[in-house]
């Protein structure tokens, strides 16, 4: 089994990748967010398997539940965010870098980001 990668707002881990894709599970905590953020070199679908909370892409937001999606393209602001229980979400990226240095945060709950910051 894949190992956690632990975040301040709960953990992700790589459950498979191969030419051009990586899938993730992620578990964003009940009340925490990840950052508002954005990637240059990949795209992102998100598929909500539990949980409730919000999905946010450039200037649209829609409630997330289990069963919605979210196609999130490349170089487009997002941000997940977990309502009263832990939201848990199957991310498949894909791209031509999928790296975790391609993360630009602008907002960050966590004191990670500087707006336009790029991240290694």
Known sequence: ???????????????GAGDGYLVKR???RAGQRISL????HRSEHWVV????????????TIAAAPGVSLLV??????RASAGSHD??????????????DDIERFADDYARATAGQVLG
């Open 1 to 15: 089994m894949a190992s956690l990668v632990e975040r301040p707002w709960g953990w992700f881990e790589n459950l």
């Open 37 to 40: 953020q954005r990637h240059q």
């Open 73 to 78: 393209p490349c170089g487009a602001l997002h």
């Open 26 to 28: 992620l578990c964003i």
């Open 87 to 100: 939201l848990l979400i199957v991310e498949v990226q894909r791209g031509h870098w999928l790296s975790e």
């Open 49 to 60: 398997v539990s949980g409730c909370g919000d999905l946010l892409c450039g200037d649209a």
